[in-house]
Structure formats: structure tokens, C-alpha cells
């Protein structure tokens, strides 16, 4: 019932602070005429940035929350892994806050997006979270220890020091490719971290679960100002904030294979982006009568939606949204039969 408590009000929490200090943000960019050009509109509209600060505060108070719920009510939530994964969330949001501060295009370098997430995940290393062995494809379930020439060496201790930073620099810089319309990047990190949320929650992973309902609350506020017509960016605070969240979800909640499962569509982009040498962009060649087309040369996944038909910025962002859900669904879906499974046996 503690832990309930914690559900409830964390999201409330992380939700009305966003809520309440995006428009205060969006005042003050536009003040200091700190804006950008929203490249999928017809002329020069231009939109307040940093969004991501909003999203950092929001996720902040939210997990502040819970600790502060933890001490009073007593609940069974792990201090130690939970501080971990905080901090690496947090350390990670900075990263991206800093870089849009500095400049899009201008600030910290592509390799650098690589190598910093991993140095912000070394909170969650240090922990040393036990996994369960995983089983690779030909080679079938992996041995608990490794026995090397110099002794043995654990799974949970290879596990820490190589998975674990691999996958929060993997899902960071995944979460950045794929962005650029407006909604898309709140929408698609609800959708993911919702799923993830509702699998760490049946299962009984506390820390996972209060990460993922303190991000939704915080993505759920930002959307109402970042859906079309967007009255502000998110940037790199938005999008390396919520693709480290879902790295940090899914570590904690020991479901890493599903985590990576529902990031299709960005192995989708980067596959795409990966033909370009990570110089191309989302954006759409937008037309007076609100329509949305893709370039002749597609460099993205959002410029395949764009040419199924003529469709709005708005109708693209809602297709791409309805794909993940279908993926999140199926996801479910395969986790209940699962647990089915299970039982019977």
C-alpha cells in the first residue's frame, strides 16, 4: 500500500511541476530571444527552446518525491539503487541541457553524445546490479562466471562494468536521432516508458516503476506545450533525458531485452541515419497548405511516413505515434502470454 501511495503521487508531482514551469520557460526564452526556427513550418516561425529544463525539474522533484515518501512511510524501496539510477538520469539531462545551451549543431560533438552517458552511468555501475544471464542466439544461456586465465570473473561484474553503460549511451543517443516533429519525441518516450512502467509495476520492480511514472508525468506536461503548434523545443534535454530513462527502467527492472524490443523504430532510424554519416535530418519540406512532404533523398524514418500520403505535421507525428503503440501492444501482449506460460507450468 506504501508503494501505491508513492504511485500516485510521484507522476502528480513530477506532472504539475512541468506543467507549472514550462510556460515560465517559454516567457523567459522568448524574452531573451533564446528561439530556434520550427524547420516543418511554412516561413519563419520560431519557438522557445530549452524545453528540457522543465523536463529535468519535473523528473527531479518526482523522484524527490519518492525518496521523501520512502522515509516516512517506510517502504521497501532500495535507496541505494534508486539514488543510482537518479543520478544518472539527472547527470545525462545536464549533458543535454548543456549542449543546447551552447548551441544546436554547435555544442557537444557526436562522438562526445556517445562518450559522456557513459561516464553519467557509472552511478549505476558502481551499484553492481545482479542480472540474470542472458542467452545468445547459437550459443545458447551464459554461464554465471567467466573462467579467464587470471581467475573467475562474474556475470553481474561483466554485466556492470560493459552492458550497463552500453545500454544507457545506446538508448540516449537513440532517443536523439529519431525526433525534430512536433510531439514526437514526448509521445513516443510516453508510449515506451508507459509500457515499461506497466511490466516493472506486475513484476514488482519498485525502482523501475517510480523512474517510469515520474518521466510520464513529466513528458505528459511538456506534450500540452509541445504538441502541434509547439510553443517550445525540447532538444537534447528532452529526448537524451527520456532515452536514458528508459535505459535506467529497463536495467532496473531486469527486462532489458523488452527495452530494446521497443526502440524498433529507432534501430529503424538508425539504420537510415547511418547511411548518411549522422548528417541527416527528420524535418519534412513544408507547404503552404500545412502539408508535410519528404525530400526527394529520404534520410529518416519520419520521411517514409511522410510519403505514404500528403498528411500534416500533425497526421505524420500521429501515424509514427499509432506504429509504437502497435509495437508496445504486441510487447504486452507476448509478456502476458508469457506469464501465462509461467503459471501453467
Not at 514551469?21 to 530556434?36: A, D, E, F, L
Request: hydrophobic fraction near 55%; charged fraction near 10%; glycine fraction near 10%.
Amino acid at each position: 500500500m506504501d508503494s501505491h501511495i508513492t504511485y500516485v503521487l510521484v507522476p502528480i508531482v513530477s506532472f504539475l511541476t512541468a506543467y507549472i514551469i514550462t510556460p515560465k520557460i517559454i516567457s523567459i526564452m522568448k524574452k531573451r530571444g533564446i528561439v530556434g526556427r520550427d524547420m516543418n513550418k511554412f516561413g519563419k516561425v520560431m519557438v522557445a527552446e530549452l524545453g528540457g529544463v522543465g523536463i529535468f525539474l519535473g523528473f527531479s522533484f518526482g523522484a524527490i518525491t519518492a525518496i521523501f515518501l520512502s522515509t516516512y512511510l517506510e517502504s521497501t524501496l532500495n535507496l541505494t539503487v534508486f539514488m543510482a539510477g537518479m543520478l544518472t538520469i539527472i547527470l545525462v539531462g545536464f549533458i543535454g541541457t548543456l549542449d543546447d545551451i551552447i548551441g544546436w549543431k554547435k555544442g557537444i560533438r557526436q562522438w562526445q553524445h556517445a562518450l559522456f552517458p557513459i561516464a553519467a552511468a557509472l552511478p549505476l555501475m558502481a551499484v553492481q546490479i545482479n542480472a540474470n544471464p542472458i542467452s545468445i542466439p547459437f550459443l545458447g544461456l551464459m554461464p554465471r562466471e567467466f573462467l579467464l586465465p587470471f581467475g573467475a570473473v562474474s556475470f553481474g561484474l561483466f554485466y556492470s562494468l560493459i552492458l550497463v553503460p552500453i545500454g544507457v549511451t545506446g538508448a540516449a543517443n537513440a532517443s536523439n536521432i529519431l525526433a525534430g516533429l512536433n510531439g514526437l519525441e514526448a509521445g513516443l518516450g510516453i508510449l515506451i516508458l508507459g509500457t515499461l512502467g506497466i511490466i516493472a509495476f506486475l513484476t514488482g520492480k519498485i525502482e523501475a516503476t517510480i523512474f517510469a511514472l515520474s518521466m510520464i508525468g513529466t513528458l505528459a506536461a511538456f506534450l500540452i506545450y509541445n504538441w502541434h503548434p509547439a510553443k517550445i523545443f525540447g532538444g537534447d534535454g528532452l529526448t537524451l533525458t527520456t532515452g536514458t530513462s528508459i535505459a535506467v527502467v529497463s536495467i532496473l527492472g531486469d527486462m532489458e531485452k523488452i527495452g530494446v524490443a521497443l526502440m524498433a523504430l529507432f534501430f529503424v532510424e538508425l539504420y537510415l541515419k547511418t547511411k548518411t554519416k549522422f548528417q541527416g535530418e527528420s524535418f519534412g519540406v513544408p507547404k503552404k497548405s500545412g502539408i508535410l512532404e519528404a525530400p526527394k533523398k529520404k534520410q529518416s524514418l519520419t520521411h517514409y511516413f511522410m510519403a505514404i500520403k500528403p498528411a500534416t505535421e500533425k497526421q505524420v507525428v500521429v501515424k509514427m505515434l499509432l506504429a509504437q503503440a502497435a509495437i508496445c501492444l504486441a510487447i504486452l501482449l507476448l509478456f502476458y502470454l508469457n506469464s501465462i506460460r509461467v503459471i501453467m507450468i
